[in-house]
């Protein structure tokens, strides 16, 4: 099942149709409605695994606020529902996790529009390239005495037999041991992550790299939990630092443009995305994405185009593919593009 424009894409985008003369504001108003269905503070929707056949029941849904507090967190009903309602006309950020899948993350706008806001989350299997991020040992792994080193493999091994309770349990004991083991603080912050538990993650990723500031890892598992809280500037410290030791990672990049777009400096995002775009084919579809997103804020449609297209000769059936084809059908009626003409426009940053 495809999934429509969020309310505030939808906004966005007919706003600046609207602001170039494309639309009259009865008919960018009409459409508003027809992509946002009712006026009432509410979010409703389905989680269905990729195939769209079945749902996910073990799904956690969070309602973040601007400040970054969870206003609402459930778990979906045994057909994958969940709502929210009686929400104060705010912009909030839908997050949906689930055990071996990808965190799904959306955008929502109820400042004006309202709701009901209604949506089909379709989550993807996890994989490696999202979602791990393996650097080169760290020093403490030389330094952690043989009880913290058998508690970390008990805790690896525990966590490769999905026992996370239990790998929680030897990863702590790790830490307890040797405080500044950084890979068992880590391996503790992704158990947390996995158990929902983002609160309780943050910490021990911090106390990773006040151990080994050279450890890599944390610093790209602290910059996603920050950017998923919307913790911008704090999100940009961390992922600017795991650059600066570590600049030949495209996910550091990629995390640090999403941060740079949440504080709204766009040339800087687009960038810091181009960069992780120039380390080739393994790079993932995703940065595609997040570059057209960035340059539909700067209203540079024909690059925002190329993008769209890109992704989708990328990962034609992946999670964004029913929206950008949405946006792209917006962009083409409106008269914004020039689809025979347009290439993509991704390449090497500017210098």
Not at 152 to 170: I, P, S, Y
Not at 322 to 341: F, N
Request: hydrophobic share 40%; net charge neutral.
């Amino acid at each position: 099942m495809e999934r429509g424009l969020s309310a505030g894409a939808a906004k966005s985008l007919l706003l600046a149709l609207l602001a170039f003369g494309l639309a009259s504001p009865a008919s960018a108003q009409h459409r508003i409605r027809e992509l946002v269905v009712g006026f009432e503070a509410e979010v409703q929707g389905t989680v269905r695994l990729e195939e769209g056949k079945k749902h996910v029941a073990d799904a956690v849904v969070r309602l973040v606020d601007p400040q970054g507090r969870v206003v609402g967190e459930q778990l979906v009903s045994s057909n994958g529902q969940f709502n929210f309602s009686d929400l104060p006309e705010l912009e909030y950020t839908l997050i949906v996790t689930a055990d071996g899948h990808e965190t799904y993350t959306q955008r929502l706008d109820l400042k004006s529009e309202g709701g009901p806001a209604t949506l089909n989350v379709i989550l993807r299997p996890s994989k490696n390239e999202e979602v791990t991020l393996k650097s080169d040992a760290s020093r403490t792994d030389a330094t952690a005495p043989k009880k913290a080193r058998k508690e970390l493999e008990r805790g690896v091994r525990a966590t490769e037999e999905r026992k996370f309770g239990e790998a929680q349990a030897h990863f702590e004991k790790a830490v307890s041991l040797y405080p500044c083991y950084a890979r068992a603080q880590v391996d503790l912050a992704l158990t947390l992550l996995r158990e929902r538990d983002s609160p309780h993650a943050e910490a021990p990723l911090k106390k990773a790299i006040e151990c080994d500031p050279d450890f890599v890892e944390p610093y790209f598992h602290l910059g996603r939990l920050l950017n998923g809280a919307q913790r911008w500037v704090e999100a940009r410290s961390i992922l600017a630092e795991g650059v600066r030791r570590a600049p030949n990672s495209w996910q550091l990049y990629y995390y640090l443009g999403q941060a740079d777009e949440g504080l709204q400096n766009y040339p800087l995002a687009e960038q810091e995305l181009l960069r992780a775009l120039s380390f080739g084919p393994l790079v993932s579809a995703s940065v595609h994405e997040k570059l057209a997103d960035v340059y539909l804020r700067e209203k540079a449609y024909e690059k925002a185009y190329a993008e769209m297209r890109a992704y989708l000769q990328a990962d034609p059936e992946g999670p964004y593919a029913a929206r950008i084809k949405a946006v792209m059908r917006q962009l083409e009626s409106a008269g914004r593009v020039h689809p025979s003409q347009s290439q993509v426009a991704s390449g090497q940053p500017k210098s």
